[in-house]
């Protein structure tokens, strides 16, 4: 497999992931046997349906934005043969960052480079399916396990930031523990999947 078919690879395992994720934290409406007897109310349910669409989507791609720049960089880093060391401006280059930005971005460019880290390490090995690559680059349940501990302690940190900075209402709390136990969940499910 060459290197832009293991990007590709790559991409599309996260993407299934994101989607997955957003699936089971974006709140699906209901339908309801009062639909049958009021048809009006089919109507709102419908529209209902389509914002929860648009969550799920919109939810998927910013938490696959983070992802995506991981991989475009370990991508770049394969391609040369050679680690190079960005900086922040390379992963937020269309932002101008005030101070409470650059502690917000520098905690997610931890968990950046942890992802980066882990697509580099499965890039430069040999493998026909992301199973093969994921276990060629780690060897075992417990090296894996270290990397998604790792990464969860990044995402720990930059959900934990966020919640006393930015996002302070008690609902996003639930919505990031929610979001911190699915990730974990859906982990889990990908050890037992690969080893």
Known sequence: MDLDQKYELLYAHEEA???R???????????????????????????RVNQYKEGVRSFAEHFLSSKKKALDKAYDQALAGKNMNYGMDAYFPDHVLSDQDKDLAERQLQAIKVM??????????SGQSLEELVQNAYQSPEQY??????????EQEL??????NVHTSEESRHVVRQVEQQ????REEEIKLFF
């Open 183 to 186: 990730c974990a969940q859906l």
């Open 17 to 19: 992931f994101s989607y």
């Open 116 to 125: 980066e880290e882990h697509y580099l390490a499965l890039m430069q090995v």
């Open 21 to 47: 994720l957003a699936q089971e934290v974006v709140k699906k409406p209901e339908a309801s046997v009062w639909m049958i007897l009021l048809p009006v109310l089919f109507v709102h349910h419908f529209y």
């Open 145 to 154: 396990r270290r990397f998604i501990n790792r990464l969860a302690d990044t």
């Open 159 to 164: 959900n934990t930031y966020l919640l006393e």
